[in-house]
């Protein structure tokens, strides 16, 4: 079935000139290769653990070298044998955590260290230098990764006592950290009031706290937060890494937050360069401890991270520990690294909402505008090729909908996304022909704005689409790539594109609102598909307040099922994440919404120990 | 030749004036938009923040007063803030130069080693083995993509050797011995690919000059061969080497991105490249009026070169 579609054969083009190139390669570099040198590769043994509790111990192995991958497993088999749960029955938690070593992976500066400025989105990947009001939980030991657990941070509790207030209540022994200009003073309630009325004004965070109407400071660790509204999404979307708490004193300083990160978080920043990485060491004052272990926060000693613009580089650098954790972009990559180091550990991790290709279309021009169009066009993708084909089996059905806020760890089904995410030709042949397109074909060309190159996986996933289109509807379908990722930003964000675009943006949050308001509502700034439908402006407003849980839950279905009623949006398939560590590394773990140790799971830093 | 030099200078100035105009208008046509760029995921904001946002980026103002307000300040000698990076363009520019300005020694340097004795020697044996392992090897040197040798020596170094040079930028200054590793690998494959082309214009030239009337006379009088092609060949032939010298080194000051980018260097490339890619104007701007200015003077010293090597040369 795969076979027939163009971009698959391509790829495995590719593959059989990449070996033919590496095979020539072998001669010519071999005298040079061989004056290098080198070191001969560490190859640890890794000790199958066996599962606890449960009726019947089952042997639980994560590397390739007590048990071979052959490429061949199927995904269930997979998510299962790496599920995040067998985690906890790595060697080196029979001994438990062990204190010291530099944590290298990779990462490089960001643009601005400016929390409140324009690029804050990106700082999320710096948490491990702050804290905020509360977390998700992550770490080896953690009951599911694949779900979503909040926990404290600066909060050691919280409650709601109605719907228009949150009250949190701090750690009693938080300090800064002691570098200036905070030197290591006490940490208050009202270091909280202050960086949420500075979020307020940012133009980042400013739409979460959007229904804070004040923000309370009764005694020096209780903060409460008055709402103007009911805000159902508010205490979930306080875990996201977008709210880390700055100081006064740095912020109203001559240089700013754009000094450097200052927080109360478990490292202190050293210094960092552009495209060189960033160097940290640990904070001996921070006030965590291990929930887990009960033993004080951070393990490491040190954080050094390296930027890499180039994946040979980056897995070479894997390879060879320079890192000690990555994260393969697909199967193949994971493959090889596993050929050559078959002792490293593997997480598989169920698919974030977050991060999906799927296309949006002008609902508002002809032919898109009728939806008979999009659920042909939709009907006639064939997303199981598409899973076998670029993804290598790794990916399951997309849509942009957090499944585990309805408790489901996996990726939706096909009968839960409905019948016209169904391969169905003749279904779509026939919806076309009642639109009018009875000859085949749309009447004209159609532009399919691709995503960048660099992102081979939503590129093959373009092609792929573009050629069903074509082979299967006999539609003209144009091709455009994008020069770079700033063009395709412009086109997209701008919503300035003229038929269909490959896009990967959902979200990213971890409450369901952002998947569901931001996209769908017609007021929303975050509603680049020009969604304007009643019915859904209803349904996601009413979700926004509607704390009670199944309640929401059913409008979030209805609101799913309308969208992928009317094909407001074409969703193709959703990849599993692959982390792979080597064996000496603990806690690195990834999250449905988090690659640790960076990304929103920078924060895992914390947690991460050694055993070398 | 001192009034040729400043007759040089000047015409430098407009070209750079001209360029800086060009440039600035020609990167205000490529589709993007800095702020989006800079918003990243975050993706669209409320209106009044956007336009909030563009205003303190100074990109909401029109194209000519952008220009002016630019050129004002660049005239003064101050380049101006990165429009993404809470830097400026000066010190985001002073940052990579000393990176690209070592690869590019020290690819040189392999470039040199390897062209010149085995360019003369291939001229001086012609048509003999070693003439034809020479030739075979440089005409590899040409052919083989210095982006795929990196790829591939990467790759397999880490595969059979389990090595790979350190990937982290450190400063000389820092540890010498581990920039040193860091550089090695990316000179050499540098330096090959630079070397492979001068080998054969050495080879080339030196031919050419073998034939000579005044080389057959040095022969005639008795000089040793080896006298006769350092005093009398070398130096003749080296001006089109030196040209040609002169052009790599100019590119490989802007141009040795993509090395930079395998072996993450925090270069002067990779900082154009990554101005392009990130609509920073600004940047853009600063690194197009250095790597101009360097590749202006760089002929400049390339013209002044010819005379000192051959003295019937004179700028007059």
């Given at each position: 079935m795969t076979g027939r579609y163009r971009v698959h054969q391509t790829r495995k083009a590719a593959v059989t000139r990449r070996w033919a190139l590496g095979a020539l390669a072998t001669g010519a570099s071999a005298a040079f290769l061989a004056a290098c040198g080198g070191r001969k590769e560490e190859r640890a043994a890794q000790t199958p653990g066996t599962q606890a509790g449960g009726a019947a111990p089952q042997a639980v192995y994560l590397d390739a070298k007590s048990k071979p991958v052959t490429g061949k497993e199927k995904i269930e088999e997979l998510r299962e044998r790496?599920?995040?749960?067998?985690?906890?029955?790595?060697?080196?938690w029979k001994t438990g955590p062990k204190y010291g070593g530099t944590l290298r992976f990779p990462l490089n500066v960001p643009?601005?260290?400016?929390?409140?400025?324009?690029?804050?989105?990106?700082?999320?990947?710096?948490a491990m230098f702050h804290n905020k009001l509360v977390d998700f939980e992550m770490g080896d030991l953690s009951e599911n990764l694949n779900l979503v657990k909040m926990t404290g941070d600066l909060s050691q509790s919280w409650e709601q006592p109605d719907k228009l207030t949150f009250v949190f209540k701090l750690h009693p022994n938080i300090k800064w950290q002691n570098?200036?200009?905070?030197?290591?003073r006490q940490f208050t309630s009202e270091d909280v009031k202050y960086c949420v009325e500075a979020y307020q004004k940012a133009p980042v965070q400013s739409v979460i706290y959007r229904d804070v109407e004040r923000v309370e400071t009764p005694d020096a660790t209780t903060v409460v937060f008055k709402m103007k509204q009911p805000a159902a999404y508010f205490l979930r979307v306080l875990m996201q890494p977008m709210n880390l708490i700055f100081s006064r004193e740095q912020h109203e300083s001559p240089q700013g937050l754009k000094s450097g990160p200052i927080g109360t978080g478990p490292f202190i920043y050293e210094g960092g360069q552009d495209r060189v990485g960033l160097k940290a060491r640990k904070?001996?004052?921070?006030?965590?401890?291990?929930?887990?272990?009960?033993?004080?926060?951070?393990?490491?000693?040190r954080i050094e991270t390296q930027f890499y613009a180039d994946t040979n580089a980056a897995v070479a650098a894997f390879r060879d520990k320079q890192f000690d954790v990555y994260w393969p972009q697909n199967r193949s990559i994971w493959m090889d690294i596993l050929k050559s180091n078959p002792e490293v550990i593997t997480q598989i991790t169920t698919p974030p909402p977050s991060a999906q290709p799927y296309f949006a279309w002008r609902l508002d021009k002809p032919p898109f505008n009728d939806v008979r169009v999009r659920r042909a066009l939709s009907m006639a993708i064939d997303r199981e090729a598409i899973i076998a084909g670029p993804f290598d089996g790794m990916a399951g059905y997309g849509y942009a909908q957090d499944q585990t806020f309805f408790g489901q760890e996996w990726p939706w089904t096909p009968d839960q996304l409905g019948l016209y995410v169904q391969f169905n030709l003749a279904e779509a042949k026939k919806l076309l022909a009642a639109a009018g397109f009875a000859s085949g074909g749309l009447g004209r060309k159609i532009e399919i704005y691709h995503i960048t190159t660099t992102l081979t996986i939503a590129f093959d996933t373009t092609q792929l689409v573009a050629d069903m289109w074509r082979r299967n509807l006999g539609i003209d379908v144009v091709e455009t790539i994008p020069p770079d990722a700033a063009a395709w930003q412009q086109k997209f964000f701008g919503v300035q594109y003229d038929d269909v675009i490959m896009t990967w943006y959902?979200?990213?949050?971890?409450?369901p609102d952002a998947y569901a308001y931001?996209?769908?509502?017609?007021?929303?700034?975050?509603?680049?598909?020009k969604v304007n439908d009643p019915e859904l402006d209803r349904l996601t407003e009413a979700q926004r307040v509607e704390f009670d849980v199944p309640k929401r839950q059913q409008l979030l279905k209805e609101i799913m099922q309308r969208d992928l009623d009317q094909m407001y949006r074409i969703w193709t398939v959703t990849p599993y994440k692959i982390n792979v560590r080597h064996p000496y590394l603990y806690n690195a773990v990834d999250q449905i919404h988090a690659w640790g140790p960076r990304g929103w799971g920078s924060k895992v830093c914390e947690y991460i120990w050694m055993d070398k | 030749m001192t009034a040729y030099i400043v007759r040089r200078l000047f015409a430098a100035l407009f070209v750079l004036l001209l360029m800086s105009f060009v440039v600035f208008r020609l990167v205000r046509w490529l589709p993007g938009d800095a702020l989006l760029v800079k918003l990243g995921e975050a993706g669209r904001i409320p209106p009044d923040k956007m336009e909030a946002a563009r205003k303190e980026m100074g990109i909401d103002r029109p194209f000519m007063v952008q220009y002016a307000s630019w050129l004002s300040r660049a005239i003064r000698g101050d380049l101006g803030r990165s429009l993404i990076w809470d830097e400026g363009v000066a010190t985001r520019l002073r940052k990579g130069v000393p990176i690209t300005l070592e690869l590019a020694i020290l690819s040189s340097a392999v470039a040199i080693t390897i062209a010149l004795p085995i360019g003369i020697l291939s001229a001086v044996k012609q048509d003999t083995l070693l003439d034809y392992i020479a030739r075979v090897v440089a005409i590899t040197g040409l052919a083989v993509p210095s982006f795929w040798l990196a790829t591939v020596a990467l790759l397999y170094l880490t595969l059979w050797f389990g090595w790979t040079p350190p990937l982290r930028y450190t400063p000389f200054f820092d540890d010498p011995i581990t920039n040193l590793k860091t550089f090695i690998l990316p000179s050499l494959i540098l330096g090959f690919s630079l070397g492979a082309s001068l080998t054969r214009m050495t080879r080339s030239t030196v031919l050419e000059v073998l034939r000579n009337d005044y080389v057959r006379t040095a022969r005639a009088k008795g000089l040793q061969d080896r006298i006769v092609i350092a005093r009398h060949v070398l130096k003749n032939a080296l001006i089109p080497v030196v040209t040609i010298f002169g052009l790599q080194v100019t590119n490989l000051l802007g141009g040795s991105v993509i090395m930079e980018s395998l072996f993450s260097f925090p270069g002067i490339g990779g900082v154009t490249l990554q101005a392009v890619s990130q609509r920073d104007y600004t940047q853009i701007q600063g690194n197009v009026l250095f790597l101009g200015t360097i590749a202006l003077m760089m002929n400049v010293l390339v013209d002044i070169s010819y005379a000192w090597l051959d003295p019937r040369i004179r700028y007059a």
């Open positions: 790496f599920h995040p749960r067998n985690l906890k029955h790595l060697p080196g643009v601005s260290w400016d929390l409140t400025g324009p690029a804050a989105s990106a700082l999320a990947s710096y570098v200036p200009p905070v030197n290591g904070n001996s004052d921070y006030f965590k401890k291990d929930p887990f272990t009960g033993k004080q926060l951070p393990y490491v000693d959902a979200g990213p949050s971890l409450d931001d996209p769908l509502h017609s007021k929303s700034p975050k509603n680049y598909f | -």
